[in-house]
């Protein structure tokens, strides 16, 4: 009945608790970023580049 007694165990130290803006901040807006910078990291390096201006020189003679 020993476990009973305590609700943590031993050498457990609890810290403080994370308040309503720290607990967004780390689990919403931190995944979130690193989402859209990795999407626009490799949509930048994968997108399609734009079409080369046609040379007025169409062949050597």
Avoid: C, H
């Avoid at 165990?9 to 403080?16: L, N, R």
């Avoid at 803006?21 to 807006?29: D, G, L």
């Amino acid at each position: 009945m020993q476990f009973l007694a305590s609700r943590f165990e031993d050498g457990y130290v609890p810290g403080p608790g994370l308040s309503v803006a720290q607990t967004v901040f780390t689990y919403v807006v931190i995944p979130v970023g690193l989402f859209t910078v990795i999407a626009l990291t490799s949509w930048l390096t994968s997108a399609p580049r734009k079409e080369k201006a046609q040379s007025s020189v169409s062949s050597i003679n």
